[in-house]
């Protein structure tokens, strides 16, 4: 992918040692001023969640619809990307999402409204007010 400008913002590109990883595909980064890291060899988890979010949006999202073009997967990424950082509950931060934009409402036992994202592929829900 083309970085144009943007390589100024980036500082480090931490990758895996997968075969696919050329010398030249380094050289491209330090080219632009940026520091390949690799991760290290064998220690499954130091990449565990950048593989956890691409497995998640692989069976979430690109399994289930069918990507045309570069710019429709920008699209497609950007629709999935924004419920997921500012509504969607997160384990590890006890079922609140990393940046909510609206607060958060406690358990509701009444009627809740649903709104399709995607296409129905996710489904948000709020809860109705009595």
């Known amino acids: 992918m083309d970085l144009d400008d943007r390589a100024d913002s980036f500082r480090f590109l931490i990758r895996d040692r997968a075969g696919q990883f050329t010398a030249s595909f380094d050289t491209v980064f330090a080219d632009a001023g940026i520091d390949v890291v690799k991760i290290p060899p064998g220690c499954r988890r130091a990449n565990c969640d950048a593989e956890r979010f691409v497995g998640m ?13 570069e710019r429709h997967l920008r699209t497609v990424l950007a629709r999935y990307v924004l419920p997921y950082n500012h509504r969607r509950p997160h384990r590890a931060r006890q079922l609140r999402p990393p940046r909510p934009d609206r607060s958060i409402p406690t358990r509701c036992h009444g009627r809740a409204v649903r709104q399709s994202v995607l296409g129905g592929l996710i489904n948000e829900y709020e809860p109705v007010a009595a």
Not at 57 to 69: C, G, Q
């Open 57 to 69: 949006v692989r069976r979430e999202v690109a399994d289930r619809l069918l990507i045309i073009n």
